[in-house]
C-alpha cells in the first residue's frame, strides 16, 4: 500500500499549490472512497477513489510526456520572458514539478520527454547509461566516409573536450542521421564542425527505441505508457 499526505496528492495531482490545496481540503472539497477528508496531512492510500472539487482523480505517481518540440522554445521549465516546453503542456497533462528530460536548443525539434520523475530523466541522460539519441541534420555540405569514420572514433571538439563514439549515416544529399549517446551544449553542431560542416537544420527523431510519431504535429503532446517508456532503453 502507498500512502501520500493528502494535500500532496491533490497538489501534485491537480496542479495547484500546496496552500490551495489545503484550503480547498480543509472546505471540504476533496473525499476518500466516499467521505469527505478536511486533514491536510491525512496519509492516504493512492489506490483509494479520490474526488477532488467534483473531479475524480487517476492517480499516477509520475507523468511521461512525448512532444514534438517546435523551434523558438526554450527546454527548460519556466523563463520570465521566453516560452518554454512546459508552458506548451496542455492543462489535463499538467501537475507541479515537470521538466524537460535534458535539453535541445532552442531551434532544434523534435522528440522531448517532459517528466516529474528525476531517476528516469537520470537513466535517460546519463552519458553512462548509453542510450542513444537519434537526430536527423541537414547540413551545409554532403557526409564523407572519412567523416563517417572520424565520429565513429569520437571526435575532438575545438575546445579539447573529447566526445564519445557517434554513429554518423548520410541519408540524402546535405542530410545525415546521427546517434550520440551524451549531450553536450550544442555538441551536433561542434561535432560538424570539426570536420567543416554547418547545421541548417536539427530534429531528434528518437530516444532508444522510442521513436518519434510522424503523425505528431510540432507542438503536439501525448501521455506515455510504461511499456513505451520501456522501449526507450532496448536500443542502448
Same mark, same amino acid.
Given at each position: 500500500?502507498?500512502?501520500?499526505? /493528502?494535500?500532496?496528492? !491533490?497538489?501534485?495531482? /491537480?496542479?495547484?499549490?500546496?496552500?490551495?490545496?489545503?484550503?480547498?481540503?480543509?472546505?471540504?472539497? #476533496?473525499?476518500?472512497? @466516499?467521505?469527505?477528508?478536511?486533514?491536510?496531512?491525512?496519509?492516504?492510500?493512492? $489506490?483509494?477513489?479520490?474526488?477532488?472539487?467534483?473531479?475524480?482523480?487517476? =492517480?499516477?505517481?509520475?507523468? =511521461? !510526456?512525448?512532444?514534438?518540440?517546435?523551434?523558438?522554445?526554450?527546454?527548460?521549465?519556466?523563463?520570465?520572458?521566453?516560452?518554454?516546453?512546459?508552458?506548451?503542456?496542455?492543462?489535463? /497533462?499538467?501537475?507541479?514539478?515537470?521538466? +524537460?528530460? #535534458? *535539453?535541445?536548443?532552442?531551434?532544434?525539434?523534435?522528440?522531448?520527454? !517532459?517528466?516529474?520523475?528525476?531517476? /528516469?530523466?537520470? *537513466?535517460?541522460?546519463? +552519458?553512462?547509461?548509453?542510450? =542513444?539519441?537519434? =537526430?536527423?541534420?541537414?547540413?551545409?555540405?554532403?557526409?564523407?566516409?572519412?567523416?563517417?569514420?572520424?565520429?565513429?572514433? #569520437?571526435?575532438?571538439?575545438?575546445? @579539447?573536450?573529447?566526445?564519445?563514439?557517434?554513429?554518423?549515416?548520410?541519408?540524402?544529399?546535405?542530410? $545525415?542521421?546521427?546517434?550520440?549517446?551524451?549531450?553536450?551544449?550544442?555538441?551536433?553542431?561542434?561535432?560538424?564542425?570539426?570536420?567543416?560542416?554547418?547545421?541548417?537544420?536539427?530534429?531528434?527523431?528518437?530516444?532508444? @527505441?522510442?521513436?518519434?510519431?510522424?503523425?505528431?504535429?510540432? @507542438?503536439?503532446?501525448?501521455?506515455?505508457?510504461?511499456?513505451?517508456?520501456?522501449? !526507450?532503453?532496448?536500443?542502448?
Amino acid at each position: 500500500m502507498a500512502t501520500e499526505r /493528502f494535500d500532496k496528492i !491533490i497538489a501534485n495531482q /491537480f496542479n495547484i499549490s500546496r496552500k490551495d490545496a489545503r484550503i480547498a481540503i480543509r472546505r471540504g472539497k #476533496g473525499t476518500v472512497d @466516499g467521505q469527505t477528508v478536511r486533514d491536510p496531512s491525512l496519509l492516504v492510500d493512492t $489506490a483509494s477513489k479520490i474526488v477532488f472539487d467534483g473531479q475524480a482523480l487517476e =492517480y499516477k505517481k509520475f507523468v =511521461y !510526456i512525448l512532444m514534438n518540440k517546435p523551434k523558438g522554445v526554450l527546454s527548460a521549465s519556466e523563463d520570465k520572458s521566453r516560452k518554454t516546453v512546459v508552458d506548451l503542456v496542455p492543462k489535463q /497533462f499538467k501537475r507541479n514539478g515537470l521538466f +524537460p528530460v #535534458g *535539453r535541445l536548443d532552442k531551434d532544434t525539434t523534435g522528440l522531448l520527454i !517532459i517528466t516529474d520523475d528525476g531517476d /528516469f530523466a537520470h *537513466r535517460a541522460i546519463a +552519458p553512462n547509461k548509453n542510450v =542513444y539519441k537519434t =537526430y536527423e541534420a541537414t547540413l551545409d555540405g554532403a557526409v564523407t566516409n572519412e567523416m563517417v569514420e572520424a565520429f565513429s572514433q #569520437g571526435v575532438i571538439l575545438a575546445d @579539447g573536450t573529447a566526445c564519445k563514439k557517434a554513429r554518423l549515416t548520410p541519408i540524402a544529399p546535405n542530410k $545525415a542521421q546521427i546517434m550520440i549517446s551524451e549531450g553536450k551544449y550544442h555538441q551536433i553542431k561542434r561535432m560538424f564542425g570539426t570536420v567543416g560542416l554547418g547545421v541548417n537544420e536539427l530534429k531528434r527523431t528518437a530516444i532508444g @527505441g522510442l521513436r518519434l510519431p510522424g503523425d505528431l504535429s510540432e @507542438g503536439e503532446c501525448f501521455l506515455l505508457t510504461e511499456q513505451e517508456i520501456d522501449t !526507450i532503453f532496448t536500443n542502448c
